[in-house]
């Protein structure tokens, strides 16, 4: 049973340029998150993806940008980067259902380096 | 907004308890769950309490009070493996967003 996939692992760009990130959640699990960890800090909320919509979204200005797909993976967009943007970006899975044990299970994560 | 405040660093010995502490402030308030994350990993999921007092899953345990807006996590027989950052967030709101506190980093030493 595969976990919490993301790709790439590792990524260099520079100020202004468009950068993708991939995830495909754990089998079973409807329901994607993105957050943001920068160094020594604990992951930051970016938005949740359910049932292919933005359920809900953290203070991260409109350069972020997402979208899940009908297999439930989703992709992370941030557009403009900046500096600050770098940091290691994390998914994690689970299962929409609100009433339910809200367990993440989280990928490897990407580390992003802006130049 | 919701705020969580946890010791940035706590150091015990291999063998010893310890306890990490965490408060909180949030509305809409779900449940407190705690995670992992060693060095260049990812979080890993620990616990999670929804209602007040202690849950146990082998060496850890945690504890809840939801009147107090409090939880501790409990690290029991210590082992160098241990040693990682531990984090505690909070599940509020409609759909349950999970706010992560900014973490301890817990150092086990011989």
């Known amino acids: 049973d595969a976990g919490v996939t993301q790709s790439p692992t590792h990524l260099i760009k520079t100020r202004g340029q468009q950068v993708t990130l991939r995830c495909s959640p754990k089998?079973?699990?409807?329901?994607v998150s993105w957050y943001q960890q920068a160094l020594g800090q604990g992951p930051q909320f970016i938005f949740q993806?359910?049932?292919?919509?933005?359920?809900q979204r953290g203070n991260f200005p409109d350069r972020f940008s997402g979208h899940q797909f009908p297999n439930y993976s989703s992709e992370l967009n941030v557009n403009a980067l900046l500096l600050g943007d770098s940091a290691l970006y994390l998914c994690?899975?689970?299962?929409?259902?609100?009433?339910?044990?809200?367990?993440?299970?989280f990928g490897a994560g990407t580390r992003l380096s802006v130049l | 907004g919701q705020s969580l405040e946890q010791p940035s660093e706590v150091t015990a010995v291999e063998g010893a308890i310890v306890q990490i502490n965490c408060t909180y402030q949030?509305?809409?308030?779900?449940?407190l769950s705690w995670y992992q994350q060693h060095d260049g990993g990812a979080p890993t999921f620990l616990s999670y309490?929804?209602?007040?007092g202690l849950e146990e899953t082998g060496r850890f345990s945690s504890f809840l009070s939801r009147s107090d807006s409090y939880g501790y996590l409990l690290l029991q027989e210590l082992q160098m493996k241990d040693s990682a950052s531990y984090f505690c967030?909070?599940?509020?709101?409609?759909?349950?967003?999970?706010?992560f506190g900014t973490g301890t980093k817990l150092q086990v030493i011989p």
């Open positions: 994690a899975s689970s299962l929409g259902r609100v009433l339910a044990k809200n367990i993440q299970y």
């Open positions: 089998s079973g699990h409807d329901t």
């Open positions: 993806y359910y049932e292919e919509e933005e359920r």
């Open positions: 949030t509305s809409g308030f779900y449940g």
């Open positions: 309490n929804a209602l007040d």
């Open positions: 967030a909070v599940s509020s709101g409609g759909y349950q967003k999970v706010t």
